[in-house]
T-cell receptor, first 111, second 110 residues
Framework: RKEVEQDPGPFNVPEGATVAFNCTYSNSASQSFFWYRQDCRKEPKLLMSVYSSGNEDGRFTAQLNRASQYISLLIRDSKLSDSATYLC????????????FGSGTKLNVKP | NAGVTQTPKFQVLKTGQSMTLQCAQD?????MSWYRQDPGMGLRLIHYSVGAGITDQGEVPNGYNVSRSTTEDFPLRLLSAAPSQTSVYFC?????????FGQGTRLTVV
């Protein structure tokens, strides 16, 4: 079983739409959770951390459900520039160094 | 502010050749890691280090060696390149705020 699982998509949405991604993780001892964005042929970049209480950064909202071991990312008012692959990231065994990455969910925002 | 610097950006090797991918960070992070990314797959951890002089294996360590003589540098060595090692390699340094990546090395083994 993979440490982190995501729906690969693609999610094809029109500009202005709201879109949500989920991912599940297997290690109940994980302590840190993140969403990363990866553009084609580029390095992953940190989008936002995910906190137990949920957190928002502009049009982006992240939620964590520890009981069900899933993380979500909500993007409101999608822009063309949001087109990318979104990676769910979880650390393992309480260590910063062992990050487990989902395979990513591809988002295409269409005009 | 350079962050994480990887070199080279592109490399073509012949089967059996060896080479070293360089990685340096200027954020004074203790933790550094190497990942490979193949099409349709997520990032897979090759090796990681929790500080100078300490390294450990990740998910896919075979065929790779690492060392960590300083906090700043974490080179990855391919001992005898194989076509299966054709991939994009990312170095990252991390703290509690997440992992920060270099720009990647695209390696092709022919």
């Amino acid at each position: 079983r993979k440490e982190v699982e995501q729906d690969p998509g693609p999610f094809n949405v029109p500009e202005g739409a709201t879109v949500a991604f989920n991912c599940t993780y297997s290690n109940s001892a994980s302590q840190s959770f993140f969403w990363y964005r990866q553009d084609c042929r580029k390095e992953p970049k940190l989008l936002m951390s995910v906190y137990s209480s949920g957190n928002e950064d502009g049009r982006f909202t992240a939620q964590l459900n520890r009981a069900s071991q899933y993380i979500s990312l909500l993007i409101r008012d999608s822009k063309l520039s949001d087109s990318a692959t979104y990676l769910c990231v979880v650390n393992g065994e309480g260590n910063f160094n062992k990050f487990y990455f989902g395979s990513g969910t591809k988002l295409n925002v269409k005009p | 502010n350079a962050g994480v610097t990887q070199t080279p950006k592109f490399q073509v090797l012949k089967t059996g050749q060896s080479m070293t991918l360089q990685c340096a960070q200027d954020m004074n992070h203790e933790y550094m890691s190497w990942y490979r990314q193949d099409p349709g797959m997520g990032l897979r951890l090759i090796h990681y280090s929790v500080g100078a002089g300490i390294t450990d294996q990740g998910e896919v360590p075979n065929g790779y060696n690492v060392s960590r003589s300083t906090t700043e540098d974490f080179p990855l060595r391919l001992l005898s390149a194989a076509p299966s090692q054709t991939s994009v390699y990312f170095c990252a340094s991390s703290n509690s705020r997440g992992a920060f990546f270099g720009q990647g090395t695209r390696l092709t083994v022919v």
